[in-house]
Each structure stands twice: as C-alpha cells, then as structure tokens.
C-alpha cells in the first residue's frame, strides 16, 4: 500500500548529521548566531540513558559524548551543521533523533528546538522546517523526536540548528541523527504484531450429538459482520445532507462525533437561552443509522473557546453556571452519549482551573459520573502523539490524568486527537507505549491528516491508523470528518467534493477490508473447522445434506484458542 513514488533513490535509516557521536571532536559542528563556543564533554556513565525509540541501528545506545554550548545570548543561539548536498531529498519523510539536555546551572524547563534551515537564492528565501522540540532539563537527558518533511529539493543547501532555552543556559546535545523513515519495513513490522494483537485462532465444533459424520466435508463459510475496534467519524448538520457523505459514511463507520454542535458555546450562545436542536437532530440520524456517538465536549479550558457570557461571570454565578451547563447537558442525554470528553484540552487551557481552583476539574468528571454513570469520562487533548510540542508530552498527559485521579476524578480514558501532519510511527508508537501505563484505554479522537499530495495523505493516513490498530491499548480512531469542503483543516479529505473517493479514502476502506476476516472451507473428519479472526462478531453459514444453518458467534480477545460448540 506504500507510495512507492516516494521511495525512489532514498537510503533509508542512514545518519545525513556527520560526526553525530563526536568521534572526531567538533569536526563539522559550529556555534550559531552568538554562542561563544562549543566544546566535547564527556557524561558519566551512569547518567548515559538508556531507553530510546531509535532503531536506525540494533542495540543502539546513546554515546555518552555531547557538544556543550555556553555563551547564548538569546534563544536563536546554539550550534549547527551543515547538511550534504543531496542528502535530503523531497516528499520523504524524515526523523529527528538524538538527546538534550541544559547545562548544570540552569533552573526549571526550556523548550529547545531542532529546525532544518533549507537555502533559497538569497537570505530572504531560506526557509526554516521544524524538526522537533523538548522540554529539556537541568540533570537530565531528554530524547528528541521529530519529523519533517520537504516539498522540493534544497536549491542550495540545508543545515540543522539546534536553538532554544533563555540567554545564558547552556545548551547539551548527545547523538543528534537525521534519517529517512522506511514505512515500508515499519508497516511489515505492524502487520505481524496486529496479528497477534488483534486476531484469535477459533475452533467451531460440529461434532455434538454424534452429528460428526453428518458435517464431515460439508461446505462452510465465516463471514466477519462488525469489529471490536471502533471506526468513527465527525458530523454535522450540513454534511447529513449530502447524499455521498452519507454513503461513504454508513458503509464504512461505526461511530460518530458531533463537530461542535454539542459544545456549551453552541448549546448556551446566549446566557439561559438553552438551544439543543441541533444535536437532537444529529442523534436521530446516528439512531436511524444505528452508530453510538461520542459526546464531544462538556467544557473547554482553553481560553479563546469560552463564550464572553461565561468569561464575564463573577466567580460565584461562573461556579452556578459550570453546575447549569453539567445538569441540563447530562439529564437531558443520560444514557445516549458511551463517552464524554469532560474538559477538552486540559494541556493548553486552565480557563475553569484559573478561575474557580485546582479541584474544578476533578469536580466536572464526579459530577459528570454522578449525573450519567454509564458513560465512560475522557481527557481530550492534541499534539501528545506527535513529539514535537513541549507543552503536551505523554508524560505530562500522565501527570495530568493521575492528578485528576488522585482528586477522585473518575478518569475512564485517553483521548488523542491526532491533527497530524506527516507522522512518524515510531514516534506515535512511543507515546502509545507510554500512555498504556495508566491501564485506561486510549482513543485517537479527531484524526485528520494533512497533505496536499493525496498520495503522501493516503501513506500518511495509513502510519497513523497501522499503529492504533496494532496497539493493544487503543480501542478506537475516529476521524475529525473526511468530505472536501465540510472539514476543519484543509488537504486532509478522502472523499472529494464531487463525491468521488480519492486514493486516501480508497486507503481506509482497503485497510478496512484488510482488518475483517472471512473464512470457507469443509468441516473436517472431526466436525471441527479452524481459522484465525480478527476480533467482532460474525456470522457462520453451513450447507449439509438436509439444509443449511446460520449461526451467529464473537471473537474476543484472548491468548488461547477460542472453542465454540455448534448446534447442527
């Protein structure tokens, strides 16, 4: 399924930074803007890491060698190294690998930054990628992992710059790696874990009753009806309307998500003034289709999303007000909503948590589970799964969620929302790992992919789904919309405005079909008949001599073989 056009003349998994562990002293590196100077320090073995997500080379570890910029005037100072001509070439996707750290001196977090300086003609024409970000420490080593990708070729040349942290903290880099992904072993690599993590070896049994000799050699057919793994997509009311929306909607989803239509600003524009038309047309429509809906959001932290009305509140009608929005929105919807996203993007917003306290948050998830205690209570955030935003780290997610819980917060489970550009698996992989540590499921909320060569969309749409669906810890994707002209972000469609499916779409219904499991054959001199499925429920068919029989059976999760008796 790769595209395979992006693939030509790349050397995959091949360091382009020379000198990257500094055998050779600082050949190659130099100070940037006003750094007064670089030197080799060496780190003490034990304070070497020893965990990383890079696998350019088996047993890999990192060097223990790295550069120590001191001097910096300001954030635009750090070190560089210019990058071969020719060595990075265009529409393939690139990591950014390597550790960093802050000098001893230094007090609290930074960001640092990993940026590929591409040249044009001319200074006003060189062009700044960004190839990943940290929150780098004092004491510790942070390992960097970004991604970029360029549209064309370098006019004249390329360098990596690594900038960041205030005037006067010294910067720390160990191991610093540029190398092409290959998608193509990754997704290799995926297939046989989501076998073993997504399907099971079952044995139908048709030999009760003596019926062996009956079956024996009698034709049979498995066919796979729905999967354990959710597939879900974003609506809204205008995209209800179009006929091929709906079609490619209803043939390949099985949940949904309203876009905004169930937000406190599109329910409350106006204070007392309570509108819930909209969503309660966009539940009939998932009812008639029979696809359960997430409920996507109670509140949103980050500023900017908060209607002026709410803003304007003293602190005791805003707290009135936050318990109107849980009562009406939760009795109202008891019952029709399996997941709710409490309050959305905790990592970016304290609107709620700067006006009313440090416990409002786990107060919004009691109350939420007290109102409606079937549904199962999500954080909702962006950029953890991508490396590249300091403020939203798995580890902080982490730290957030085991607050929440510590506070008594009924915290039931992780919601990525996967705006992604240009992934890298490995990357979305280690967030993944990491997140599994809570033991909560996790959910890729509102994926979408941008890309404007559809080609690159649909390789790109395939690394993000390849990982969740090989991942034992995600249960579900759901897709921030998919029709041309009804979605958030631009250049991330499957389907075109005209209806058409374009190579993105095609994609997802090939891994689809790819993911479902049908089987036919002949009961054996037993009346048993084996195959290996993926995880749902399904429906057998067997023709014998006096008729046939249908049968419907599951496919859980499970380590050993799954035995069914048949009644014939």
């Given at each position: 399924?790769?595209?395979?056009?992006?693939a030509?003349?790349?050397?995959f998994?091949?360091?382009?930074?020379?000198n990257?562990?500094?055998?050779?002293g600082l050949?190659?590196?130099?100070?940037?803007?006003?750094?007064?100077?670089?030197?080799?320090?060496?780190?003490?073995?034990?304070k070497?890491?020893t965990?990383?997500?890079?696998d350019?080379?088996?047993?890999?570890?990192?060097?223990?060698?790295?550069?120590?910029?001191?001097?910096?005037?300001?954030?635009e100072?750090?070190?560089?190294q210019?990058?071969?001509?020719?060595?990075l070439?265009p529409?393939?996707?690139?990591?950014?690998?390597?550790?960093?750290?802050l000098?001893?001196?230094?007090?609290?977090?930074?960001a640092v930054?990993?940026?590929?300086?591409?040249?044009?003609?001319?200074?006003?024409?060189a062009?700044?990628v960004?190839?990943?970000?940290?929150?780098a420490e004092?004491?510790?080593?942070?390992?960097?992992k970004g991604?970029f990708?360029l549209k064309a070729?370098?006019?004249?040349g390329?360098?990596?710059h690594v900038?960041?942290a205030?005037?006067?903290v010294?910067?720390?880099?160990?191991d610093?790696q540029?190398f092409?992904?290959?998608r193509?072993?990754?997704?290799?690599?995926?297939?046989?874990?989501?076998d073993?993590?997504?399907k099971?070896?079952?044995?139908?049994?048709?030999?009760?009753?003596?019926?062996?000799?009956?079956?024996?050699g009698?034709?049979?057919?498995?066919?796979?009806m729905?999967?354990?793994?959710?597939?879900?997509?974003?609506?809204?009311?205008?995209v209800?309307?179009?006929?091929?929306?709906?079609?490619?909607?209803?043939?390949?989803?099985?949940?949904a998500v309203?876009?905004?239509e169930?937000?406190w600003?599109h329910?409350?524009?106006v204070?007392?003034?309570?509108?819930?038309?909209?969503?309660?047309?966009?539940?009939d429509?998932?009812?008639?289709?029979?696809?359960?809906?997430?409920?996507?959001?109670?509140?949103?932290?980050v500023?900017?999303?908060?209607?002026?009305?709410v803003?304007?509140?003293?602190?005791?009608?805003?707290?009135?007000?936050v318990q109107?929005?849980?009562?009406s929105?939760l009795?109202?919807?008891?019952?029709?909503?399996?997941h709710?996203?409490?309050?959305?993007e905790?990592?970016?917003g304290?609107?709620?948590?700067?006006?009313?306290?440090?416990?409002?948050?786990?107060?919004?998830?009691?109350?939420?589970?007290?109102?409606?205690?079937?549904?199962?209570?999500?954080?909702?955030?962006?950029?953890?799964?991508?490396?590249?935003?300091?403020?939203?780290?798995?580890?902080?997610?982490?730290?957030?969620v085991n607050?929440?819980?510590?506070?008594?917060?009924?915290v039931?489970?992780?919601?990525?929302?996967?705006?992604?550009?240009?992934?890298?698996?490995?990357?979305?992989?280690?967030?993944?790992d990491?997140?599994?540590?809570?033991?909560?499921?996790?959910?890729?909320?509102?994926?979408d992919?941008?890309?404007?060569?559809v080609?690159?969309?649909?390789?790109?749409?395939?690394?993000?789904?390849?990982?969740?669906y090989?991942?034992?810890?995600?249960?579900?994707?759901?897709?921030?919309?998919f029709?041309?002209?009804?979605?958030w972000?631009?250049d991330a469609?499957?389907?075109n405005?005209d209806?058409t499916?374009?190579?993105?779409g095609?994609r997802?219904?090939?891994?689809?079909?790819?993911w479902t499991?049908?089987?036919?054959?002949?009961?054996?001199?037993?009346?048993?008949?084996?195959f290996r499925?993926y995880h749902?429920?399904?429906?057998?068919?067997?023709a014998?001599?006096?008729?046939k029989?249908?049968?419907?059976?599951?496919v859980?999760?499970?380590?050993?073989?799954?035995?069914?008796?048949?009644?014939?």
């Open positions: 399924m790769a595209c395979s056009c992006c030509q003349g790349v050397v998994n091949a360091n382009v930074i020379r990257s562990a500094l055998e050779d050949a190659g590196w130099a100070p940037l803007g006003a750094c007064t100077e670089l030197s080799v320090q060496h780190e003490e073995p034990e070497v890491p965990e990383t997500i890079n350019v080379e088996d047993g890999y570890r990192p060097s223990g060698r790295y550069i120590l910029a001191t001097g910096r005037g300001g954030e100072d750090g070190l560089c210019a990058i071969p001509a020719g060595a070439k529409r393939v996707t690139y990591r950014v690998a390597g550790w960093i750290g000098g001893d001196g230094a007090a609290g977090e930074h930054r990993v940026n590929i300086r591409v040249d044009g003609e001319g200074e006003e024409c062009l700044v960004e190839g990943g970000a940290v929150c004092a004491g510790k080593w942070t390992e960097i991604v990708r070729s370098p006019a004249s390329a360098a990596v900038q960041g205030p005037a006067g010294d910067v720390k880099v160990m610093l540029v092409a992904t290959d193509k072993a990754r997704f290799k690599k995926l297939r046989k874990k989501t073993k993590v997504r099971r070896d079952v044995v139908l049994k048709f030999a009760g009753a003596g019926a062996s000799s009956a079956v024996s009698a034709s049979i057919r498995v066919m796979q729905d999967t354990s793994f959710a597939f879900g997509a974003c609506i809204n009311p205008a209800i309307q179009e006929p091929a929306f709906v079609d490619y909607f209803t043939k390949h989803f099985d949940w309203f876009e905004n169930l937000k600003y329910t409350e524009a204070q007392g003034q309570l509108n819930y038309t909209d969503p309660d047309a966009l539940l429509f998932c009812d008639r289709h029979g696809k359960p809906v997430r409920g996507h959001c109670i509140f949103w932290a500023d900017r999303m908060v209607q002026k009305w803003k304007d509140l003293p602190t005791d009608q805003l707290t009135a007000a109107g929005r849980l009562t929105l009795t109202r919807y008891a019952g029709r909503f399996p709710y996203d409490v309050n959305n905790m990592l970016h304290t609107f709620f948590q700067d006006r009313l306290g440090d416990d409002v948050n786990a107060f919004m998830f009691k109350e939420t589970a007290r109102l409606d205690p079937g549904a199962a209570l999500f954080v909702n955030d962006y950029n953890v799964e991508g490396g590249g935003d300091p403020n939203a780290t798995p580890e902080k997610y982490i730290a957030q607050a929440l819980m510590e506070k008594g917060a009924p039931g489970g992780i919601g990525l929302q996967g705006h992604v550009t240009n992934p890298a698996g490995e990357i979305i992989c280690d967030a993944l990491k997140l599994a540590t809570t033991d909560l499921p996790v959910w890729l909320t509102e994926l992919v941008c890309e404007s060569d080609c690159l969309r649909a390789e790109d749409l395939e690394v993000v789904l390849r990982e969740a090989a991942h034992p810890a995600v249960e579900g994707v759901v897709l921030w919309g029709m041309q002209g009804h979605m972000r631009q469609c499957l389907v405005s209806g499916i374009n190579d993105a095609q997802f219904i090939n891994l689809r079909q790819e499991s049908h089987a036919r054959g002949k009961i054996d001199s037993d009346g048993n008949f084996k499925g749902g429920s399904y429906v057998v068919q067997l014998t001599a006096t008729g029989m249908h049968r419907a059976f599951s859980d999760k499970g380590d050993t073989p799954l035995v069914l008796d048949m009644d014939v």
